[in-house]
């Protein structure tokens, strides 16, 4: 079994709408849940992260951990065609090691 | 600019012949690593250094060597590649997590590698 379980996509949304991006995980060590965003061509860069259960909200963008369910969430109001990009989620352990797992990522299109 | 910077972007090489993949960054960061991102495997740890001259084995460090001489530079050394090399690569960066805080990774634009 796989440590983070992420629905790959294709995902395709209109604009304006409410996206769920998902993913499960199966370490409950994992502290610090993160939310990369990459671009086509570029590296990942941090978007939002939550520490351990519980919701964190950042203008459009809300992220979601329920550790008892092992379940992490984003959620996108107001969807715009610049979100386009691929989404991974990647819990940390903290403490003495900075390691990131990530999931394979969800690749998000918001037509126009 | 805060950054990270990987050279080359691009590159092909032949069944090997040793390359070296270099990764710089200008945030006086201690902790370095470096990931491959294949279709449906995501992004996977390939080695990591905490500080200077303390690297250690990620999840698939098989073909790959590291070193950590200074703090700002950490390249990937492929001493032999093979065509299951050909990969996406990228190299990050982040603080030291002392204290149990985590910090971001920031990561740079990659270095897409063709082994043929």
């Known amino acids: 079994q796989k440590e983070v379980e992420q629905d790959p996509g294709p995902l395709s949304v209109p604009e304006g709408a409410i996206v769920s991006l998902n993913c499960t995980y199966s370490n409950s060590a994992f502290q610090y849940f993160m939310w990369y965003r990459q671009y086509s061509r570029k590296g990942p860069e941090l978007l939002m992260y939550t520490y351990s259960s519980g919701n964190k909200e950042d203008g459009r963008f809300t992220a979601q951990v329920d550790k008892s369910s092992k379940y992490i969430s984003l959620f996108i109001r107001d969807s715009q065609p610049s979100d386009s990009a691929t989404y991974l989620c990647a819990p940390n352990y903290g403490g003495a090691t900075n390691k990131l797992i990530f999931g394979t990522g969800t690749l998000l299109a918001v037509q126009p | 600019e805060a950054q990270v910077t990987q050279n080359p972007r691009y590159l092909i090489t032949v069944t090997g012949k040793k390359l070296t993949v270099t990764c710089s960054q200008n945030m006086n960061h201690e902790y370095m690593s470096w990931y491959r991102q294949d279709p449906g495997l995501g992004l996977r740890q390939i080695y990591y250094s905490m500080n200077v001259e303390v690297t250690d084995k990620g999840d698939v460090p098989e073909g790959y060597k590291v070193s950590r001489k200074e703090k700002r530079n950490f390249p990937l050394i492929l001493e032999s590649p093979s065509p299951n090399q050909t990969s996406l690569y990228f190299c990050?960066?982040?603080?030291?997590?002392?204290?149990?805080?985590?910090?971001?990774?920031?990561f740079g634009q990659g270095t897409r590698l063709t082994v043929v």
């Open positions: 990050a960066s982040s603080l030291s997590l002392l204290g149990g805080v985590s910090t971001e990774a920031f």
